[in-house]
Nanobody, 124 residues
Framework: QVQLVESGGGLVQAGGSLRLSCAASGRTFSSGAMGWFRQAPGKEREFVAAISWSGVPAYYVDSVKGRFTISRDNAKNTVYLQMNSLKPEDTAVYYC?????????????????WGQGTQVTVSS
């Protein structure tokens, strides 16, 4: 089993920044890819970013490229999502996910474990 705990969400004004963290426990963290997904009210959960076991490559949905950065610290069993220049349309519950595969993917079905989510609200 893998336990994932997200933190760092909150309320921020448009143009502001937040850094999400996801602490993992229960398996060798560095062995698999990690991803961030989000779900806005009334919408399906969507891919945001993913990072391979070694840190490269990383992938992003087009809408966050240049604004969000995913990174990981395998020594701390933690993955991060730095979010800059936030927009109201970034408002959602953000979920961390762990994949057994080493290479990052956007495909939600590949991920084996999910966190409970953290709310991000961006006001205009």
């Amino acid at each position: 089993q893998v336990q994932l705990v997200e933190s760092g969400g909150g309320l921020v004004q448009a143009g502001g920044s937040l850094r999400l963290s996801c602490a993992a426990s229960g398996r060798t963290f560095s062995s698999g890819a990690m991803g961030w997904f989000r779900q806005a009210p009334g919408k399906e959960r969507e891919f945001v970013a993913a990072i391979s076991w070694s840190g490269v490559p990383a992938y992003y949905v087009d809408s966050v490229k240049g604004r969000f950065t995913i990174s990981r610290d395998n020594a701390k069993n933690t993955v991060y999502l730095q979010m800059n220049s936030l927009k109201p349309e970034d408002t959602a519950v953000y979920y961390c996910a762990a994949d057994s595969a080493k290479r990052a993917t956007w495909d939600q079905k590949s991920y084996d474990y999910w966190g409970q989510g953290t709310q991000v609200t961006v006001s205009s």
